[in-house]
């Protein structure tokens, strides 16, 4: 089973960019698509982006055209470049395997996630 470790949080201004970072362990990286999510205060875990294994991208409607999802199956990598940052991106943010009939449900155990503030 692949297990996810997220990371490249932290505090930025707004306007700011971020990179973050998924990385796996596990043989079924290449073959899996990867998605990103992020949870506000008191609020449940909602859909960011998401990558299929050949690299087919999905984004939110709230983060069109200011963030980028990519992947380096080599690395076992999945990034989430985010620009233009607002103080509503503030959030933690998790990487998981979507379900493919409800890419809001992850397929493994969800990590510690990474925490980004956006500063205003």
């Known amino acids: 089973q692949i297990q996810l470790v997220e990371s490249g949080g932290g505090l930025v201004k707004a306007g700011g960019s971020l990179r973050l970072s998924c990385t796996a362990s596990?043989?079924?990286?290449?073959?899996?698509?990867i998605a990103w999510y992020r949870q506000f205060p008191g609020k449940q875990r909602e859909f960011v982006a998401r990558?299929?294994?050949?690299?087919?991208?999905n984004y939110a409607d709230s983060v069109i055209d200011r963030f980028t999802i990519s992947r380096d199956n080599a690395k076992k990598v999945v990034f989430l470049q985010m620009s233009t940052l607002k103080p509503e991106d503030t959030a933690v943010y998790y990487c998981?395997?979507?379900?493919?009939?409800?890419?809001?449900?992850?397929?493994?155990?969800w990590g510690q996630g990474t925490q980004v503030i956006v500063s205003s």
């Open positions: 990558i299929s294994s050949d690299g087919s991208a």
């Open positions: 596990g043989s079924a990286f290449s073959g899996s698509a």
């Open positions: 998981n395997v979507p379900w493919s009939r409800n890419w809001n449900q992850g397929l493994v155990s």
